[in-house]
């Protein structure tokens, strides 16, 4: 017996990954569904050994169903989320619309996982940012040992964090260098991707930060505690998949490096690889396809009393969204969710 669950987006990058993570966990599935947009009806995709074809989402009933594993933008979800989970079925939605809703809990199961039992208001379990969720993996257990005051965090984020046509941008973009007949405007960026960096992901916020880096700060203070300051520039570099964080950690107790190293090699979804050498770090086509949260460059900031800094790198399709999601529905079916 295992539960019933329906992958929502199953054709996009997210949905895609949560099939694999599905399959590699060996998740108890019984029967599952995979849904997209009309256009992709009949689409095949892959769980397991199993081929799939993908159903259209506006005309799916989601009664009976267990878990639906969303991975659709806000748009789509504020319409058919609301309407999966009245019928009975949990939502675990990827996308940013029920994040900041009070009766909405915003879960990392290495960090919150008690937070899933909040789910019974609205049916809806919400799945962080993907930056987010990789730096609270690493702050918590430094966190319970020595309180985080304030966090100033840069991150380079790859083009699979902006979907599956941001991939093809990057692409025939790299391509068109050598081949300027093919040159296209950028159209998922505001400017080149290729062999550039871009200071901007998502609308710009009134005091002059993204929407991206806001949510960094709203999010990180949901999960690990409001008292934590965050201030964050989220910055997208031409990496196909995997995020790179660097992050600066201040706080109230003094923390040696060494204990924070010892601290993140026992911590849950974390792998420290920190040699002082040539290549002793993990960068992000390294980190592509993994499960962990990896940690090098572990060193004090003798800049201020009690500050250490880190590099911080995880598979944004996979901590950032699918693993996070699979591992929320483990958490609900360990707890609280019946199956069949
Ligand atoms: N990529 C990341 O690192 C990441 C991390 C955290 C959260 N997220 C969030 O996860 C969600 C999915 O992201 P993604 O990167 O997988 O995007 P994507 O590659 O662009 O895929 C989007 C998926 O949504 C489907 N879709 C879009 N509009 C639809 C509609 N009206 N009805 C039914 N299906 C619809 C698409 O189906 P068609 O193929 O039929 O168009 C496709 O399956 C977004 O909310 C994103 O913000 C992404």
């Not at 998740?27 to 995709?45: K, Q």
């Not at 974390?270 to 290549?279: A, L, N, S």
Request: aromatic content about 8%.
């Amino acid at each position: 017996m295992g539960y019933k669950i329906v992958v929502v987006g199953a054709t996009g990058n997210v949905g895609r990954e949560m099939l694999n993570i599905l399959d590699e966990r060996q998740f108890p599935v019984d029967t599952i569904e995979v849904l997209a947009s009309r256009r992709s009806i009949g689409t095949e995709v892959s769980f397991g050994e199993k081929t799939l074809k993908t159903k259209d989402l506006d005309t799916f009933d989601f009664t009976g169903w267990d878990i639906a594993l969303f991975a659709v933008g806000s748009e789509a979800t504020k319409k058919y989320a609301p309407i999966a989970a009245k019928a009975g079925c949990v939502v675990i939605d990827n996308s940013s619309l029920y994040r900041y809703d009070p009766d909405v809990p915003l879960v990392v199961p290495e960090v919150n996982p008690e937070a899933v039992m909040g789910y019974t208001k609205k049916n809806i379990i919400a799945n962080p940012n993907c930056s987010t969720a990789q730096m609270v993996v690493a702050l918590k257990p430094l966190h319970d040992r020595a309180r985080i005051k304030r966090v100033v965090v840069s991150t380079y984020q790859s083009v699979s964090g902006a979907g599956k046509d941001a991939i093809d941008e990057l692409w025939d973009q790299t391509k068109s260098i050598y081949n300027p007949v093919d040159n296209k405007p950028p159209s998922k960026f505001t400017k080149q991707i290729a062999f550039n960096v871009i200071p901007h992901i998502d609308v710009f916020m009134d005091d002059g930060s993204t929407k991206e880096e806001w949510k960094m700060v709203v999010e990180t203070k949901k999960i690990v505690d409001k008292d934590i300051k965050v201030t964050a520039t989220c910055v997208r570099v031409p990496v196909f998949v995997g995020h790179a964080e660097s992050i600066n950690i201040e706080f109230e107790d003094h923390l040696d490096e060494d204990e924070a190293r010892d601290i993140l090699r026992e911590a849950p979804g974390v792998m420290v690889i920190d040699k002082r050498e040539d290549g002793g770090y993990v960068t992000p086509v390294e980190c592509v396809g993994d499960f962990a949260t990896f940690i090098s460059r572990i060193r004090q900031d003798s800049t201020i009393d009690n500050g250490l800094n880190l590099w911080c790198v995880s598979d944004n399709l996979r901590k950032g969204a699918a693993l996070n999601a699979v591992q929320i529905a483990e958490t609900l079916g360990t707890r609280c969710l019946k199956k069949g």
